[in-house]
């Protein structure tokens, strides 16, 4: 069954591609919107992005939007916080449970 699911992205910029692209491996289908204006002539160097959040539409089944970001918080859990709409309870991101 195909769903549109909202995910909220605040992280280091470049990371949000990475996210974009781990969706994308499951046969998800992806819509950015980052949240602010880009200040300054040119995009950031790369592995030199700021901080952003950013707004993602994913749309696919929901297990495969779950194994994409599942994926992504696997190995990348220092870098960002990602959050579906609708997790019952989000993960602790980095933190260990005693």
């Given at each position: 069954m195909t769903e549109a699911r909202r995910i909220s992205f605040e992280g280091s910029g470049p990371f949000v591609h990475t996210l974009v692209t781990a969706l994308?491996?499951?046969?998800v289908t992806v819509a950015v919107r980052r949240e602010g204006r880009h200040v300054g002539e040119h995009r950031e160097p790369p592995g030199m992005g700021e901080a952003v959040k950013a707004t993602l539409v994913a749309t696919g089944s929901l297990e495969?939007?779950?194994?994409g970001v599942s994926t992504f918080r696997e190995?990348?859990?220092s870098r960002a916080v990602v959050t579906i709409d609708g997790e019952a309870t989000p993960p602790d991101?980095?933190?260990h449970r005693a």
């Open positions: 994308e491996g499951e046969g495969a939007i779950k194994a190995r990348f859990t991101h980095g933190r």
